[in-house]
């Protein structure tokens, strides 16, 4: 059988091929290779909501198919990316009801959706870890340009006006602390996941910067 190497989900971030995609990026939990899995926004927001630990304010498809395999009893034992082909990820998810145990087979970036909130682990084969992993640079680019030079003319905007990630993350952090808190709240009740995950993370860093400086 061929070894199986086990992953992270490491996050997701706009994908460069594809308008209007993400990229879920997959990390070897024992060395520095990564693949990149293009998924749509949907799926992107389900995963980010389960990567921030975020409760919606109705189960989305992917809580209540846990909720259903929980009820009954059935455990997902692991999610497993055992083909690429064509530039596609294949994954199977294994349930078990602690007497036999069933494949199924899933679009990767279901299979990724349900296993980070069944807390199972995630494998994929060597040759496709061959073929499709890459090491990533996340170094960040200190020669990205401002689209705004002026940090007032900057706090007109909303997130979605915003295309340079670096006028973003200026943007972030231009806001306090109390307002950020708002904006969470909204996003979530909003269903708005993408935006509820971008002020979890500036509030995560925020409180980093706090604990280092303390």
Request: charge should be negative.
């Amino acid at each position: 059988m061929e070894n199986k190497i086990k992953l992270r989900v490491q996050g997701l971030t706009n994908s460069q091929v594809q308008s209007g995609a993400y990229a879920l990026i997959l990390a070897e939990e024992d060395g520095k290779r990564r693949i990149p899995v293009i998924v749509g926004t949907p799926e992107a927001q389900s995963i980010a909501i389960a990567l921030e630990y975020i409760t919606p304010p109705r189960p989305l498809t992917h809580d209540l198919f846990v909720s259903f395999a929980t009820a009954f009893d059935i455990k997902l034992k692991e999610v497993y990316i055992y083909k690429f082909e064509e530039g596609i990820f294949y994954s199977e998810l294994l349930f078990t009801d602690g007497k036999r145990e069933v494949p199924v087979d899933s679009r990767t970036s279901d299979a990724i959706a349900i296993a980070l909130r069944a807390k199972c682990d995630i494998y994929v084969s060597e040759s496709i870890m061959i073929e499709a992993g890459v090491v990533l640079d996340e170094d960040v680019d200190d020669n990205a340009d401002d689209d705004f030079d002026d940090d007032d003319d900057l706090m007109t905007m909303e997130p979605d006006e915003i295309t340079d990630e670096e006028s973003l993350k200026r943007w972030l952090g231009l806001i306090e602390d109390e307002e950020l808190n708002k904006r969470l709240e909204e996003a979530v009740q909003e269903e708005n996941y993408e935006h509820a995950k971008m002020y979890q993370d500036e509030i995560r860093r925020r409180k980093e910067e706090k604990e280092k400086t303390e």
